[in-house]
């Protein structure tokens, strides 16, 4: 390992940065932590000889996941943080203060921080954790759209959540899938509808995994979206369903929550409203198969055109639903 910063960086369509780094220079560690996550201040208790740095990250727009190691006792202190956090010890101890708590975590235990307030933490030699960032903004922007209402004041998480088990767990598996495809060029994590999902999952994932003050509201049956709610959307899919629609999306158009709308779909019309939009893209790829010039059309072509990113997938999807694969319709073989 060298005293100079060794980083390497991939820009994607779907992401803001996929990149890996390592270093032995608390400068080149402070200035790389500012760039993905804060302003901080690195310190080495032991001194500066055996101090190690080393990363992967990736960023999703507002979501940031890094994989952080360290070689020698290290302290980081932020003034104030301006973004919901959570730390995922996977090796070594970690020891935090945050908003009047003091917490130590080890490998099952993972501790969150809210924006507004300092945080000190230490973290021992050959450990190793999984960082969270998500913007304020952004994860606030998620509860409201699963409310169906505007969201006031910072969301306030637990200071530790236990992973052994529960809601907890499965999220922390979705942090590890997203991280764990860093190093693959041909991730689908790389391609923006996929990323979008992932995205939003764990972000909506993190509020249904820890309590906070919405978490009854959050949790309780949602009344379904009524017809007319549904059919606006319907409409609106109709009409451009190759619009990279987010559940989201769909939920504003609607003008209902995200849950009311899951359930209005299910009640009025028996399937997601995702689903909904996968059969349509579908239709219209089928319909543009069929009338298309094979001298000049493709398959990945079409399938891009009516919002498919994956051509394996949708060639699978194709399949299921039509009984023939897409490059016959194409040729005109079925």
């Known amino acids: 390992m060298s005293d100079a910063l060794d980083r390497t960086v991939t820009p994607s369509p779907a992401t803001s940065a996929i990149s890996s780094f390592s270093s032995v220079d608390i400068d080149d560690t402070r200035s790389l932590l500012r760039r993905f996550y804060y302003p901080l201040t690195v310190g080495a ?16 727009g507002p979501l940031t996941v890094g994989q952080l190691g360290f070689g020698a006792p290290v302290t980081l202190v932020a003034g104030e943080l301006d973004a919901y956090h959570v730390t995922i010890p996977t090796a070594g101890r970690l020891r935090a203060r945050h908003a009047g708590y003091e917490v130590t975590a080890e490998p099952g235990t993972a501790v969150l921080y809210g924006p507004g307030k300092p945080v000190y933490t230490l973290h021992g030699a050959q450990s190793a954790e999984l960082d969270v960032k998500i913007e304020r903004s952004a994860l606030e922007a998620e509860l409201s759209a699963l409310l169906g209402r505007p969201v006031t004041g910072p969301i306030d998480l637990p200071p530790t959540v236990d992973l052994a088990a529960g809601p907890a ?8 899938l997203l991280q764990g495809e860093i190093a693959h060029p041909a991730s689908l994590v790389r391609r923006s509808p996929i990323a979008e999902h992932l995205r939003r999952s764990i972000l909506g994932g993190l509020l249904f995994s820890v309590p906070h003050r919405y978490t009854d509201e959050l949790t309780a049956p949602a009344p379904a979206g009524p017809p007319r709610a549904v059919r606006r959307v319907m409409d609106a899919v109709q009409d451009e369903p190759e619009r990279p629609y987010t559940v989201a999306d769909l939920a504003r158009i609607a003008g209902v929550s995200v849950r009311s709308l899951q359930e209005g779909f299910r009640r009025h019309a028996g399937c997601t409203p995702m689903a909904y939009l996968h059969q349509v893209r579908l239709t219209r790829a089928h319909e543009t198969l069929c009338s298309e010039d094979p001298a000049s059309a493709t398959v990945a072509a079409v399938a891009h055109r009516w919002g498919f990113a994956h051509l394996g997938r949708f060639a699978s999807a194709y399949r299921a639903r039509f009984g023939v694969c897409p490059s016959q319709t194409l040729r005109g073989l079925a």
Not at 46 to 59: K, L, P, W
Request: hydrophobic share 40%; charged share 30%; no cysteine.
């Open 45 to 60: 208790p032991e001194g500066a000889e055996g101090f190690e740095f080393r990363a992967d990250v990736i960023q999703l």
């Open 169 to 176: 767990r499965s999220w922390t598996t979705l942090v590890r």
